[in-house]
């Protein structure tokens, strides 16, 4: 219940926007107002299920995943560990997989869409092995983020103008549903390695 009722706490922006729109600007109700409403429900269902799939199965996993990776004091698998976590989390993104699509549709299959997933997929996993490292050795985090940014800007600069639309567009749907939870969990300090008082998010 706890986990429904935190999805439907998620969806009511986007129902006030849409209701403010519709009732104020346009002033009408929709025809199929129902059947939104049944859809909705059935989103906060499907999420509320979800995550609470998450926390049952995946997160103990991966948590337990961690700690035996951090007993053995491999830094390669650490990093290894993190990389295929945040690859395969987004690969499966629902939310990347639309864009994707959308995106090969409206190029004329000039931009192949798995090859989209896949670019996106490997800078996530990179970026989460990147944290892992961050984490265990206790750099500070602005550092990072301030390089990150810096890319990001000059790369935008020379970039032709048509993708960056596009680009930002996937990394910003790479911080969706199905991606947050295991990439936060992958990237908490494993058990046995504590580089100092930093929190990590």
Known sequence: MHSLLHALKN????????????????QQVPDD???MAIG?????????LFLQGLELSIFPVGKSLSN???????LAILLSFGFAMGFSAVIAE???IAVAEQAQTISEGRIDGLTLRILVAVSVGFVVALGVFRTIFGYPLHWFMITGYVIVVIVTWFAPEEIVGLAYDSGGVTT?????PPDRRSRHRPGGLDPGPEPVD
């Open 33 to 35: 107002l129902g059947s």
């Open 68 to 74: 035996q990776f951090a007993r053995k004091g491999s």
């Open 40 to 48: 909705l429900l059935i989103v906060a269902v499907g999420v509320a």
């Open 11 to 26: 969806l009511l922006p986007i129902v006030v926007v849409v209701g403010f729109f519709q009732l104020v600007i346009l």
């Open 176 to 180: 969706n549903v199905v991606t947050v």
């Open 94 to 96: 629902p939310a990347l």
